[in-house]
């Protein structure tokens, strides 16, 4: 049985043993946050549970390494959907220790993708900056204190709305502030 046929053959249980029921719960966050964290599978459950956070209380945003790399991307647009049409009224960035996207190479990733490099090519030539757009950061409260700033400094953004940067450790779950937003409000 190929995964997808075992995903769908694990639905049809779910649902005929209404398993949903567990998790019925509004669209709108329970304690008004929401979180952008990293997509590593270590923190799935983790981040949740070390920031008591559970089912419905919060929205929550992902991507490798909890960046905001664009002030108007998806990610931003996500924050700002959260905030304005969902009711999150504080948001928390979450970046993680021994992250991936730190010192991301963009020659490494490409070499790992098996792509010719005539494509590369095509790519550069028709302007793309993967050089750009594949580096990942060096240190991980640098980047979550610029994306905590891109997030602040939004100009669809309320000022009324805290944003806080926090480091969280993968193994022991421990949450280190780098940014605290009541303070960096006020
Ligand atoms: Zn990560």
Request: aromatic share 4%.
């Amino acid at each position: 049985m190929s995964h997808l046929e075992n995903v769908l053959e694990h639905n049809r249980n779910f649902v005929i043993n209404e398993d949903f029921k567990t998790f019925n719960t509004s669209k709108f966050p329970d304690k008004k946050i929401v979180i952008l964290t990293c997509m590593d599978t270590r923190l799935v459950e983790m981040v949740p549970q070390a920031m008591n956070v559970s089912h419905g209380d919060a929205a929550i945003v992902k991507n490798a390494g909890a960046v905001i790399s664009h002030p108007f991307g998806s990610i931003m647009r996500s924050i700002l959907v959260a905030i304005n049409s969902l009711g999150a009224e504080q948001v928390y960035v979450v970046g993680h220790h021994d992250c991936g996207m730190a010192q991301l190479h963009p020659d490494t990733l490409i070499e790992q993708s098996g792509v010719s490099q005539e494509k590369i090519d095509v790519l550069k030539n028709a302007g793309i900056d993967l050089d750009t757009w594949l580096t990942g950061f060096e240190h991980v409260e640098d980047s979550v204190r610029n994306s905590v700033n891109i997030i602040k400094n939004h100009p669809l953004l309320g000022d009324h709305i805290p944003v806080h940067g926090l480091v969280i450790h993968p193994e022991t779950g421990k949450l280190d502030l780098v940014v605290n937003g009541e303070v960096a409000h006020s």
